[in-house]
Nanobody
Framework: VQLQASGGGLVQAGGSLRLSCAAS????????PGWFRQAPGKEREFVGT??????YYADSVKGRFTMSRDYAQNMVYLQMNSLKPEDTAVYYC?????????????????WGQGTQVTVSS
């Protein structure tokens, strides 16, 4: 499975962006996708994941970010509202086998190339 993230950009604090992740080359519908981000000098961190029954977010984005999934189009989205400068990072989409909620990067087998999100103050 190949993942391609897009939709990043420069936005002012308080603004919104929607990231997209397109999957190809395999049975994406059987995988559980997630979003991660990595700020300069920091480790890659969990943002959110969505299974068939559960959507789970990191506390830092809860209430501001929303994940959704289009099974027919093999797409995953991350709607980001009320953006803050501390949300600045490269955002990665990822996917894993199994339907459980997992927040560790080690649990995800498939990774996209990342898209830069920069939030100015």
């Amino acid at each position: 499975v190949q993942l391609q993230a897009s939709g990043g950009g420069l936005v002012q604090a308080g603004g919104s962006l929607r990231l997209s992740c397109a999957a190809s080359g395999g049975s994406f519908s059987s995988l559980t996708p997630g979003w991660f981000r990595q700020a300069p000098g920091k480790e890659r961190e969990f943002v959110g994941t969505i299974s068939r029954s559960v959507t789970y977010y990191a506390d830092s984005v809860k209430g501001r970010f929303t994940m959704s999934r289009d099974y027919a189009q093999n797409m995953v989205y991350l709607q980001m509202n009320s953006l803050k400068p501390e949300d600045t990072a490269v955002y990665y989409c990822a996917a894993r086998n199994g339907g459980m909620v997992m927040t560790s990067t080690n649990e995800y087998k498939y990774w996209g190339q990342g898209t830069q999100v920069t939030v100015s103050s």
